[in-house]
């Protein structure tokens, strides 16, 4: 999953797990404030019944009793309010047929004798849900009597109810624009810090790709500009270690071949005759010297050019190539070689071989060296062939270098490209064969830096094919 | 006459290497061992040819080269770089279009040294110096286009 898309999941979902619990706690607390509320108004009314029945009862104004009751009813929830006397006996109520009755069940008993405020549910005779309030009216140390009020359980409810659903809708909508905000403050955030990340990722991946002058420009103040500062001091570092390398390189190169070139030139001298008389033994010391020489420089060569394939540093002239004249030009370099082991050499271009997009110099290596090693491995009355054609599909030349040598087993068929790899010669009729264990791999690697492909079909004692392609021009 | 050759470099093994060869072969041999000695031998003594070293420990080969195909009485006077593989592609566009009219890869065979040599000069001697011939063909070219 994508950083950006990490990131907005993970900030929606910090956002609905807020709201959602924002919402919860709100609701609830809103809910028990309302009871409470509710519970405080009941008191409230109570009170205020007591505070009116010792009035009337001290000012014996029973007409002020009868406004407030009226009051009362009007209340919302209220369904009936009294005063009881001392002895039990209902004085004012709001249903005016009841007075002087006497209430016996337990809850008008309870609240009698209750001596402080009781609040009471219970079901009335009707089946609603009621709910008592009842509380002593007292005059000094005697008591006058009891105030009751009974509220309806279900009208109460329904208010909370209404409230709350109110309240509900309110946290909806709030919730709503806020989680619609959340999002695309998250969408902005993810790509706030996603485009930096991009703009690194790209920069890195330039820098991994050779692009040493590479610098990337993420100039915030923060963790993401840090890492772009850090990339940059490494692009640097490995500029600088970059030219070291091939400071490195190029004066190790010099060093060594400047004394090989001595070391050949005056072998020859010698074995020219140019420092007197020479016998068949030092004829053969010097040209072993000559020859390990020879090798020695090939090897350095092989070297460096596989460690340039290596780091990704080699630099192709391509030119659009006729492969005729470059294979006949090889083909007269190899004929001595040829004619020399017994081996035949031949060609095969078919006629309408296109032009292939080639650096000539690099793809002479590449020939030189699949036919030193076609020649090497090829006994006595071999045949070494060379077939040019187009490919069947894509855009390609396919050649074909083939011989009737010792062959390749099929274990070791992968490794032929690899480095310091020399398949072991099977069977007695090729001698051991000397070379730097680098041909192929840089074969290979010049083939595929010219977006080509190379590979190997072999079979033991009846010979290899090594086949590569190389783009159309 | 004999033709003289100018050998520019700082290893004396290989300077008389290629000293000998030449005097075999019959050709004058002049030497310097840096960039600066073989600009002044290259006025002072009219070599023929020039066979030049990229790596001189004073100033670089391609540098030389190009101070000397700069130089009123030297531009005529064919260049061979010598050098170690090409470090980038670049370096050989770099060495011929600075003015070298051929280059031999270190480390050298010397027969092959001797047959650029010979190719060099026989060349000139039909064509007269390579970059003049490509500004002769370039103005042709130019003309023509006008």
Known sequence: MRLRTKFSLFAILILVVALLGMSVILFIFEKKHLLQTMRETQVNAIKGLAEVCKEAIISEDDLLLMNYMKVVKRTTGVVYAMFVNDEGKVVVHTDVNLLGYVYR???????????????????????????????????????????????????????????????????????????????????????????????????????????????????SRDELGDLAGEFNRMAKKLKELDQMKDDFVSSVSHELRSPLTSIKGYVDFVLRGKAGPLNKKLIEYLTIVKNNTSRLGMFINDILDLAKIEAKRFELGKEALELPPLIEEMVTFFRPQAEESKVQLKVVVSTN???????????????????????????????????????????????????????????????????FQQVKSSGGKVKRVKGTGLG?????????????????????NKGSNFIFTLPKA | MKEKILFVDDDPDIVRLVKETLLDEGFDFVSAEDGEGGIKKARRSHPDLILLDMHLPDIDGFEVCRILKGDEKCKHIPIIMLTGRFKKTSDKIEGLTGGADDYVLKPFEIKELLARIRAVLREYKHFGPKHLVKDHLEELRRKKKD
């Open chain 1, 353 to 419: 071989v296109s032009l292939v997009s080639a650096d000539p110099d690099k793809l002479r290596q590449v020939f030189t060296n699949l036919l030193s090693n076609a020649f090497k491995f090829t006994p006595e009355g071999g045949k070494v062939t060379i077939e040019t054609k187009n490919s069947e599909s894509g855009n390609f030349v396919e050649i074909a270098i083939k011989d009737t040598g010792v062959g390749i087993a099929k274990e070791d068929l992968q490794k032929v490209f690899g480095k």
């Open chain 1, 105 to 219: 069940d337990s809850i008008g008993v309870r609240a009698q004798n209750s001596e402080d405020l009781l609040i009471q549910s219970y079901t009335g005779r009707e089946g609603g849900e009621l709910i008592d309030v009842s509380l002593p009216v007292l005059l000094g140390e005697g008591r006058l009597g009891t105030a009751r009020i009974g509220f309806s359980k279900v009208v109460l409810n329904r208010v909370v109810e209404d409230t709350l659903s109110l309240t509900r809708r309110r946290i909806f909508v709030v919730t709503g624009v806020a989680f619609s905000f959340g999002i695309f403050g998250a969408f902005i955030l993810a790509q706030l810090m996603s485009r930096p990340i991009k703009k690194l990722t790209e920069g890195a991946k330039s820098i991994g790709q050779g692009n040493l002058e590479q610098r990337i420009s993420v100039k």
């Open chain 1, 440 to 460: 192929l791999a840089i074969v290979r690697g010049i083939v595929e830096a010219h977006g080509g492909r190379i590979w190997v079909e072999s079979e033991p």
